[in-house]
């Protein structure tokens, strides 16, 4: 059957939206290596475009959209680079789209996202690195990688006039500092593929919140959400294990606390926001206030004990109205 005039824009802009989605995917992974400090945000959204393709066009496009900007990252950089995306970007996508068609909700879809593409990535890392080949003393070579780091740092801190005293304290506990900033490598892991995986959940709804035709993640507002209340226990865990005398069982507590801390700060900015809403707080000021909890850590810590406490206090009593605790 003849298509129509009225249809032939529309299947343009279908056309369109499949081919521009893979290339903006692409474009934003490769922004880290070529805009300055905004690239590192930009980089974030790399699912995006691909969450978009999969529940606008369906999986079998989402697929061929990811395999197309993993070679047009490959043609933007090397094989190596388009494999870690695949695996870490593409990846978190399918699964993530996969379970937001389901209305599996942001616990499921994050979690899960996150965790298949972590777990890929470190397999591929693991051979490619040479790590699998007895990489014995690929934690010393890390340590001191890092160390050179902080003493460029260091370098670059004399020359902005930083004051002696403070130069004399750093470089006397860089060993220290470049040993602790490996051990939490895991526990940072884990917390960039949560944050990235919240990131594009959140995103997604917002377009969808512009673009109503898009298909619904689920139907649970942000305001609402909070972790899993097992949570709380992953995070006392954490604590334990911190607290112990053996150096092995504080780097993994402190990796743990690091990971639940983020999904604490994510479950207190909703209900900050919970509130701003209900209270109509000036949107300018909401602003203000969210620059304030990037910039004061003393602020981001009340923040995450607000999501922390909001298991037993209920700031917004949506667990009452539940009826019943999560199980």
Known sequence: MAESPAEEPQRRRVELGRLAAPLLSAVLFLSIFYVPVLGVVLNLFAPLPLIYSSLRFGE????????????????????????????????????????MS????????????????????????????????????????????????IAEMISAYKKAGMQEEQLAILSKNSPLIAKWSVSLIP??????????????????????????????????????????????????????????????????????????????????????????????????????SYILILLQPFIAVAVAAMGLFDLWFDFRKIRRQAGVKEE
């Open 187 to 288: 526990g940072m892991a884990v917390s960039g593929y949560l944050l990235m995986a919240f990131c594009n959940y959140l995103s997604y709804k917002f377009l969808r919140s512009r673009w109503p035709g898009l298909k619904a993640p689920d139907d649970v507002s942000l305001l609402n959400w909070y972790p899993p209340d097992r949570t709380v226990f992953v995070f006392i865990a954490g604590m334990a294990l911190a607290l112990l005398p053996n150096d092995a069982a504080r780097v993994a507590g402190i990796n743990v606390l690091v990971v639940t801390v983020l999904v604490y700060s994510v479950a207190g900015s909703c209900v900050l926001r919970f509130w701003f809403e209900k209270i109509r707080f000036p949107k300018f000021l909401r602003m203000f």
């Open 60 to 99: 079998g496009a989402g697929a061929g959209a990811a395999l197309f900007s993993a070679l047009v990252v490959a043609a933007g950089s090397d094989p190596r680079t388009a494999a870690f995306y695949f695996l870490s970007y593409a990846l978190m996508a399918l699964v993530m789209s996969r379970l």
């Open 102 to 149: 389901r209305q599996s909700g942001l616990n499921a879809a994050a979690g899960y996202g996150a965790g298949v593409s972590m777990a890929a990535t470190a397999v591929f890392l693991y051979f490619a690195l040479g790590m699998a080949s007895g990489g014995g003393g690929y934690y010393d070579e890390l340590v001191k990688s890092a160390q050179t780091v």
